[in-house]
């Protein structure tokens, strides 16, 4: 007889809960996926060419890639010297090659032996980013 006393308490309380944290938590669930499916889909990720195979020269630096058919002239370039990264611009592409110059040549480059370059390629989805991951796993 207990069980039933205990059951239409359970009834009673359930009548007078609004529900109001569980549609709070609900309506901002919804929207954090929404947020995070629009990011997924709109946002625009750079993604690079990079080598360390670069001789640096005044104003410019020449950037050696085993390919460079991605690579055209004006896209956006770093060059890393040392632990300084430099903003630079693709001016001319070779078969092996791309001649990368520097927005203010007079500024110095610090000297040391190792430098690395990083050329923007395209942008893309993380979306398209993790479908193409996805893609390379099932094969």
Do not use: C, H
Not at 14 to 28: E, H, N, P, Q
Not at 43 to 61: C, D, F, I, K, M
Not at 120 to 139: D, H, K
């Amino acid at each position: 007889m207990n069980q039933g006393i205990a059951f239409a308490r359970t009834i009673r309380a359930l009548d007078a809960d609004d529900f109001g944290r569980s549609k709070f938590t609900l309506v901002f669930a919804v929207i954090l996926l929404g947020a995070w499916t629009w990011w997924m889909l709109a946002a625009r990720v750079p993604q690079y060419e990079s080598t360390t195979n670069v001789r640096l020269e005044s104003g410019r630096a020449i950037a050696y890639f085993s390919s460079t058919d991605q690579i055209r002239p004006g896209q956006t370039a770093f060059v890393t010297v040392g632990g300084d990264r430099i903003p630079a611009r693709v001016q001319a592409v070779a078969s092996d090659r791309a001649e990368l110059v520097f927005p203010n040549p007079q500024s110095p480059i610090p000297a040391s032996s190792s430098a690395s370059a990083d050329v923007e390629t395209t942008r893309v989805s993380p979306a398209a980013i993790a479908l193409r991951t996805l893609a390379r796993g099932n094969r």
